[in-house]
């Protein structure tokens, strides 16, 4: 269950996620009814018609594998680069920047620089109410902002785009796990998610699994089979 307690009340609301496949995003409005876009390709960003309003709240995520999180307390802002380089590589011309992360303590730094200019694109169409661009963000901020409004103890948050599993987990409100991991095809991606939960001692039969990025029925059903239950948020 995901709890509501965090989340903007009376507002229209869309989080779009971007890949370099294309992208997918959700649209909660003020009534309380939400819509699911799925997949979709990149020639069809500019005649969604979603993205001819504008929102008072517009998130918008990377999948980028460019994320290092780090403790508030050993953050130093005038260092993210290296920061960044000694756990991910980098090109030169890679640009890094960084984002508070207050709910788990800790600062994310990271790099958009994946090769695509979708981001840039959406960011620069879709615009809030009072008419500013958003900025975009990694994916796994975003993630890591869900599992702090799952009301459940075994927090489990998961997303899968080209090729690659992006997992974030949390008992209580102590971060377990925020990572990504090379995963060429949906079944690569459930085992990381086992091997993962088994590791740190969760058991997905008493969990649930809340998936941010659109899951085929069979996929779902797939997930299903070992948890108690799977949500898309």
């Known amino acids: 269950m995901v709890s509501s307690e965090n989340t903007v009340k ?14 997918s995003f959700k649209v909660s409005y003020r009534d ?37 999180l780090f403790p508030e307390h050993f953050f130093d802002s005038s260092d993210i680069r290296r920061l960044l380089s000694d756990i991910v590589t980098l090109s030169d ?6 984002v508070r992360v207050p709910d788990f303590g800790a600062v994310m730094v990271y790099s958009t620089s994946i090769g695509e200019t979708l981001s840039k694109v959406i960011s620069d169409t879709v615009l809030r109410t009072d008419g500013y661009r958003s900025a975009v963000l990694p994916e796994q901020f975003y993630m890591l902002q869900d599992l702090s409004r799952i009301d459940e103890y075994n927090k489990i948050v998961a997303s899968y785009a080209d090729g690659r599993l992006y997992l974030t987990v949390a008992q209580g409100r102590t971060l377990l796990l925020c990572n990504s991991f090379a995963a060429q095809d949906f079944t690569t991606a459930e085992y990381f998610i086992f091997r993962t939960l088994k590791k740190l001692q969760l058991n997905p039969e008493v969990s649930s699994v809340f998936f941010r990025t659109p899951l085929a029925g069979q996929q779902e059903m797939s997930l299903y089979r070992y948890f108690s239950s799977v949500e898309q948020i």
């Open 32 to 68: 309380g009814s939400t819509a699911f876009s799925g997949w979709l390709s990149t020639d069809k960003v500019f005649t969604t018609p979603e993205f001819q309003k504008r929102y008072d709240r517009v998130d918008i995520s990377l999948f980028t594998p460019k994320v290092g």
């Open 10 to 23: 009376q507002t229209d609301r869309i989080s779009i996620q971007v890949a370099l496949s294309g992208y």
């Open 93 to 98: 011309g890679d640009t890094v920047d960084s």
